[in-house]
């Protein structure tokens, strides 16, 4: 039988290196699933209808290499707002969540909408303080130049617009257990997500 992980969160709290590191640990696979979103909002900015973009994407879509700029991602926030872009991108991450080998899926809704009787749901975060500290720096890796105050102000108005959001908004679920990360380490937060989980299994 599968099992499912569902960690969702705000932006930058963590849940992707943690969502890593828990697919790694039990042996699961693992969907970023902001990436369907992130490869949705990368082909508006051509112009393409972002409906017709989230119907015809490509595996490959998702291994673009600048999906992580700063224009990319407040694109995936703005079509991520839109029911019909939401609603195409639905069955395939059921499906992902049902492998037979267990899944770990990561984003914003999983625990909610996608996944809502996942055996495990997490939901990551941290003070906006503390996530826009370390997207500044996970950007300034990647060579983008933003000053902190711009990403912390990008982090607040795409959280804020993914928490405001009609469709599939950003919140814990109602049995969701919220994991912290602002005074933690990586290895802490990683470690206290696998106890959480296997007080679970
Ligand atoms: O997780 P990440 O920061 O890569 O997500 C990019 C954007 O995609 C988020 O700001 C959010 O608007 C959207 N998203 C979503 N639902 C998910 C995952 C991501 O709305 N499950």
């Known amino acids: 039988m599968g099992f499912t992980i569902a960690i969702d969160g705000p932006a930058a709290a963590g849940k992707g290196t943690v969502s890593r590191a828990v697919a790694a640990h039990f042996g699961f696979a693992h969907l970023d699933t902001g990436l369907l979103y992130r490869a949705t909002g990368r082909r508006t900015l051509d112009g393409t209808d972002p409906v017709e973009a989230a119907r015809n994407l490509q595996a490959h879509d ?4 600048d999906l992580r700029g700063p224009d990319v991602t407040q694109a995936a926030s703005r079509v991520a707002a839109i029911p019909e872009v939401r609603q195409a991108l639905v069955d395939f991450q059921r499906a992902f969540a ?9 984003g914003r809704d999983i625990g909610t909408v996608i996944c809502p009787d996942a055996e495990v749901k997490l939901f990551v975060t941290a003070s906006d303080d503390i996530r826009a500290n370390r997207r500044w720096k996970e950007l300034r890796e990647k ?8 990403v912390l102000a990008d982090l607040r ?6 928490s405001a959001r009609a469709a599939a908004p950003l919140k814990p ?3 969701a257990v919220t994991l912290d990360t602002s005074r933690m380490s990586i290895d802490e937060a990683i470690a206290a997500a696998i106890e959480m989980i296997e007080a679970r299994r």
């Open 98 to 106: 049902r492998r037979a080998g267990g899944a770990v899926l990561d």
């Open 173 to 175: 679920a109602d049995d």
């Open 157 to 162: 108005t795409r959280d804020a617009r993914d």
């Open 143 to 150: 060579g983008f130049e933003d000053s902190y105050d711009d």
């Open 62 to 65: 998702l291994e673009a290499e």
